[in-house]
């Protein structure tokens, strides 16, 4: 069993940045590929990045690409959301995710519903 717990989500302006972390416990966290997600009110979850478990490959969604960056940190069970010239459409509630059958490939799986543990998410609003 693999427990995530996100942090770092705020209020931040327009332009600005913030920096999203997510705590794994369990010393296999290494091995998984893992994923940030978000999903906004009356919205669809969106895939947000993703990186594998040796930080070989990652991905991110077209709408964030370029201003956004995930990283992790291996030895400290942590993997990293770097979100910079933040806009209001990037509010939502940010959530970190594990995907166990992914364990030691380069996949880098986009669809939420291959990842199998879930953190209970931060918020981030974007102000105009």
């Known amino acids: 069993q693999v427990q995530l717990v996100e942090s770092g989500g705020g209020l931040v302006q327009a332009g600005g940045s913030l920096r999203l972390s997510c705590a794994a416990s369990?010393?296999?966290?290494?091995?998984?590929?893992m994923g940030w997600f978000r999903q906004a009110p009356g919205k669809e979850r969106e895939f947000v990045a993703a990186?594998?478990?040796?930080?070989?490959?990652?991905y991110y969604g077209d709408s964030v690409k370029g201003r956004f960056t995930i990283s992790r940190d291996n030895a400290k069970n942590t993997v990293y959301l770097q979100m910079n010239s933040l806009k209001p459409e990037d509010t939502a509630v940010y959530y970190c995710?594990?995907?166990?059958?992914?364990?030691?490939?380069?996949?880098?799986?986009?669809?939420?519903?291959?990842?199998?543990?879930w953190g209970q998410g931060t918020q981030v609003t974007v102000s105009s």
């Open positions: 990186i594998s478990w040796n930080s070989g490959s990652t």
């Open positions: 995710a594990a995907n166990r059958r992914s364990a030691y490939t380069g996949v880098v799986a986009t669809d939420g519903g291959r990842y199998d543990y």
């Open positions: 369990g010393r296999i966290f290494s091995s998984y590929t």
